[in-house]
């Protein structure tokens, strides 16, 4: 079975998201690289500071920091691509179809040391011992549902808090500009330099802001939506399979129903094939001399 879902654990880098962000930066850099004698006149450690400082202070002061940690993770995780997650659930019904077997062999009792030692997902655990407990296939389905809508609100919050930061990014940066402009009126009868400085900080915390809002922030809560989102259809597919388990459906029906949840073109019809073929092959066999006959003359 496929290890519990962790929307934040670090994944290998795929070229997509590398890709897409290396685009994302050329776009911003050329008209800096070409129209600035100075590069360097492009970064400000005061107007970063203020930005990234102000957003992540606020994020810790609104939500716990637990689910801050994991927003600061899906960042981290924003240029990685998690594997297909069609192909995790066309795994996770094999598993099912492996326990209906089980079930039709020696009843749901056979699952009891499955559910102590073979699973480590906790939902699928879950799951398994509302089935051992002889529960109505109503009963677990209401069960198994409320449990997968429970794990998607708390998997959701790591997504409020980006959202938060997204509208917060921009706000932190005109404080940076206002700082910026206090500096340099307090500094209008000084050196020069000073105000030269003091405007930097103004206009960079604004672009700092805005930039860390639309490219950092909005997608990273974007990727990790959906993240959120496959775990949950995920969840309804094994809570779909507990509910068979529980009414004893046949291996046969199980994966008719469950393959409901696939895409077409990864759906496993071997076995359903394999019965038509018997029957269709059964059902010809009578009429096949004559036709021979026919073809011979």
């Not at 808090?161 to 940066?173: C, E, N, R």
């Not at 909005?218 to 969840?235: G, M, Q």
């Not at 071997?270 to 038509?276: E, G, K, L, P």
Request: net charge neutral; charged share 20%.
């Amino acid at each position: 079975m496929p290890k519990p879902f962790k929307p934040f654990a670090r994944q290998a880098y795929k070229r997509p998201p590398v890709m897409g962000a290396a685009f994302v930066f050329l776009l911003v850099l050329c008209p800096i690289i070409f129209g600035a004698h100075n590069f360097m006149a492009f970064f400000s450690l005061e107007g970063l500071l203020i930005v990234v400082g102000g957003v992540i202070a606020v994020a810790f002061m609104s939500f716990q920091p637990g689910d801050v940690h994991k927003a600061l993770d899906a960042i981290v995780a924003l240029f990685k691509e998690r594997d297909a997650r069609q192909q995790d659930l066309q795994r996770d019904m094999q598993e099912v179809m492996r326990w209906a077997h089980m079930v039709a062999e020696k009843g749901t009792r056979n699952l009891e040391t499955l559910g102590k030692n073979g699973v480590d997902d906790p939902f699928v655990k879950y799951g398994l011992n509302m089935v051992m407990s002889d529960y109505t296939p109503e009963d677990v389905r209401i069960m198994m549902e409320t449990a997968a809508d429970a794990c998607f609100e708390r998997d959701s919050v790591p997504v409020d808090v980006l959202q938060a930061m997204t509208s917060h990014a921009p706000a932190f940066g005109m404080v940076g500009t206002l700082v910026g402009m206090v500096i340099m009126l307090c500094n209008l009868n000084g050196n020069v330099s000073d105000m030269g400085s003091a405007l930097a900080v103004a206009f960079l915390s604004t672009l700092y802001g805005v930039i860390s809002a639309r490219m950092v922030y909005i997608p990273a809560a974007s990727k990790l939506r959906r993240e959120v989102e496959d775990c949950r259809f995920r969840n309804y597919l094994i809570s779909e399979g507990m509910v068979l388990l529980a009414g004893k459906k046949t291996p046969m029906y199980i994966q008719d129903r469950l393959n409901s949840f696939l895409q077409p073109e990864i759906r496993d019809y071997f076995d359903y094939f394999n019965a038509s073929s018997r029957r269709a092959v059964a059902s010809v066999t009578p009429i096949a001399p004559p036709l021979l006959k026919v073809a011979n003359a």
